[in-house]
């Protein structure tokens, strides 16, 4: 059974930093695009950032650019999210996904990965 463990969220001001951690587990193949969604209340989910271990490309949503760091240690399974320069607007319930697609995540993935696999969510809140 795949499982993915999110962690890292909470309350934070604006302008802080905090980081998520997605620990996969169960998932047998070696290259996959793991990363994060989040749900904003009254908001439709919205692709945050993902990255394929085959290649190491990496998707951003504009918004997040240059302030969202995604990584990936293949060694432990572990994916991380380092958000900096918190705002308010980034206030949302993250969600770790995995798809078994995997290569070109920066041009591909918004396009065609499939997301099967999901962890629990973790709430980021930024206040102002």
């Known amino acids: 059974e795949v499982q993915l463990q999110t962690s890292g969220g909470g309350l934070v001001q604006a302008g802080g930093s905090l980081r998520l951690s997605c620990v996969v587990s169960?998932?047998?193949?070696?290259?996959?695009?793991v990363g994060w969604f989040r749900q904003a209340p009254r908001k439709e989910r919205e692709g945050v950032s993902w990255?394929?271990?085959?290649?190491?490309?990496?998707y951003y949503r504009d918004s997040v650019k240059g302030r969202f760091t995604i990584s990936s240690d293949k060694a432990k399974n572990t994916a991380y999210l380092q958000m900096n320069n918190l705002s308010p607007a980034d206030t949302a319930v993250y969600y770790c996904?995995?798809?078994?697609?995997?290569?070109?995540?920066?041009?591909?993935?918004?396009?065609?990965?499939?997301?099967?696999?999901w962890g629990q969510g973790t709430l980021v809140t930024v206040s102002s």
């Open positions: 169960g998932f047998t193949r070696d290259d996959y695009t």
């Open positions: 996904a995995l798809s078994t697609d995997f290569g070109l995540a920066d041009t591909l993935g918004p396009l065609l990965f499939d997301f099967k696999y």
């Open positions: 990255i394929s271990t085959s290649d190491s490309s990496i």
